[in-house]
């Protein structure tokens, strides 16, 4: 495995990190994707009963896999936990204090990691990028269970943490990209929230490699 990005959503992996999985794959590397959640608590639209919801973005989950071409794909069955701004629209089924209240997480990722050896593992920064107590606490258990592999935060160009590598995608990539959040239709208004507060971030990735200094225009890889 060369590249491995672990989320805690179905979704995350496109936001974040859709387009280094296409290009990364484009140069002959092998990717592989973990969700660490179902998706459950998200919102349904009215698409699914709400019991079924993590059954289905889980399904969406793959057949976002196929489009970003990922070699590997896990979801992980841990609880969901409901965001701090939930609102009065239909969602599924969260639980306490999701991901968060799990820290055996740990143990399981580092077992992964250990039997798919990756070369780089890429997640959120430690603030989640937007403060989800799911993003917080996957990024703290990823940071946990990667001890002796090379750590990749995708983080905001304009965010806290330092941008070493900055990608660019060309318009075939772009064009996956943007079919791969297609995938995600119970989410459909996380993806409209996105492309309007931040249009930008949908053909320039921002990472920032543990250990490296300065901006590179390209993959760290």
């Given at each position: 495995m060369d590249l491995l990005v672990v989320v805690p959503h179905p979704d995350d992996e496109?936001?974040?990190?859709?387009?280094?999985?296409?290009?990364?794959?484009?140069e002959g590397l092998k990717t592989g994707v973990i969700a660490l959640t179902?998706?459950?608590?998200?919102?349904?639209?009215?698409?699914?009963?709400?019991?079924?919801?993590?059954e289905?973005?889980?399904?969406?989950?793959?057949?976002?896999?196929?489009?970003?071409?990922?070699?590997?794909?896990?979801?992980?069955?841990?609880?969901?936990?409901?965001?701090?701004?939930?609102?009065?629209e239909e969602r599924g089924v969260g639980e306490g204090r999701g991901l968060e209240a799990h820290p055996e997480a740990v143990a399981v990722l580092r077992a992964r990691f250990q039997a798919l050896r990756p070369r780089f593992v890429l997640t959120f920064p430690p603030?989640?990028?937007?403060?989800?107590?799911?993003?917080?606490?996957?990024?703290?258990?990823?940071?946990?269970?990667?001890?002796?592999?090379?750590?990749?935060?995708?983080?905001?160009?304009?965010?806290?943490?330092?941008?070493?590598?900055?990608l660019r995608l060309p318009e075939w990539a772009l064009s996956r990209k943007l079919k791969a959040l297609a995938?995600?239709?119970?989410?459909?208004?996380?993806?409209?929230?996105?492309?309007?507060?931040?249009?930008?971030r949908l053909w320039t990735e921002t990472f920032w490699v543990v250990g490296e200094e300065g901006l590179k225009e390209g993959p760290w890889w």
């Open positions: 496109t936001f974040g990190a859709g387009g280094a999985l296409l290009l990364a794959k484009a179902r998706g459950e608590a998200g919102r349904t639209l009215g698409l699914c009963p709400p019991e079924r919801l993590g289905v973005r889980s399904e969406e989950l793959r057949r976002a896999a196929e489009v970003l071409q990922v070699d590997h794909l896990e979801v992980f069955s841990f609880p969901n936990g409901l965001p701090p701004e939930v609102g009065a603030d989640g990028i937007n403060g989800h107590p799911d993003h917080v606490a996957a990024s703290r258990y990823v940071r946990e269970a990667a001890e002796g592999f090379r750590l990749v935060h995708f983080v905001r160009p304009e965010g806290p943490w330092p941008v070493t590598h900055r995938q995600h239709k119970t989410q459909a208004l996380s993806v409209l929230s996105f492309m309007e507060k931040h249009p930008e």
